[in-house]
Structure formats: structure tokens, C-alpha cells
């Protein structure tokens, strides 16, 4: 089992950076794949990006490519996500989430972290 917790949301105008971390605790973090999903009032969870578990092969929804980075650092078992060029539409409750499966298998991800909220204002 493996426990997440988010940190780095906050306020930020828009046009601004961001950066999310997810910090893990408990069995072998290299063996989970991550990821970052979001969800906004009244809206149901999307993914938002993921990555592989060691070669860090990564996926990227549409409505973020080029603007978010996601990263990790095994050894400080730490997932990130970098986030430029911020809209409105970026605003949600972020979740990070872990799965055994494929990365890419997002109905997999079955250890989640508590979120953190990112408001984007114009």
C-alpha cells in the first residue's frame, strides 16, 4: 500500500506557473505508476497527466500539452507537476494517484491522495 500527499496548490493569476508535488510513503514507490487528475466544480475526475513507473514514459491530456510537466524523483519518492501558462479553466481540486497497472490504465489508479486546490483567476 502506498500513502499520497499533495502539496503546492494556492491562488495564482493567470499566465502564472505552478507546481504541484505529491510526496509517497510506504511500500516501494518505483513500483507505482502516477499520476495527476483534476477535478472542477460540477464536473466528473479527468485525468490530467501520467507517468511510467521507472523509464518515465509519460501521457499528457489535450487541454495541457505544452503547458504541464509531469516528473518524478524515485528516490525522494516524489511525483511533480509543473504547470505554465496557467487559464481559468485550469481551476480544480488536483489529485494524485498511484496505480500497479499501466500507466495509461487510468481506471487502475486505486491509491489517491487527499487533493489540493489550484484557483486560477483572469
Known amino acids: 500500500q502506498v500513502q499520497l500527499v499533495e502539496s503546492g496548490g494556492g491562488l495564482v493569476q493567470a499566465g502564472g506557473s505552478l507546481r504541484l508535488s505529491c510526496a509517497a510513503s510506504g511500500r516501494t514507490f518505483s513500483s507505482y505508476a502516477m499520476g495527476w487528475f483534476r477535478q472542477a466544480p460540477g464536473t466528473e475526475r479527468e485525468s490530467v497527466a501520467a507517468i511510467s513507473r521507472i523509464v518515465s514514459m509519460t501521457y499528457y491530456d489535450d487541454s495541457v500539452k505544452g503547458r504541464f510537466t509531469i516528473s518524478r524523483d524515485n528516490d525522494k519518492k516524489t511525483v511533480y507537476l509543473q504547470m505554465n501558462s496557467l487559464k481559468t479553466e485550469d481551476t480544480a481540486i488536483y489529485y494524485c494517484?498511484?496505480?500497479?497497472?499501466?500507466?495509461?490504465?487510468?481506471?487502475?489508479?486505486?491509491?489517491w491522495g487527499q487533493g489540493t486546490q489550484v484557483t486560477v483567476s483572469s
Open positions: 494517484a498511484a496505480t500497479a497497472d499501466y500507466y495509461h490504465n487510468f481506471k487502475g489508479y486505486n491509491y
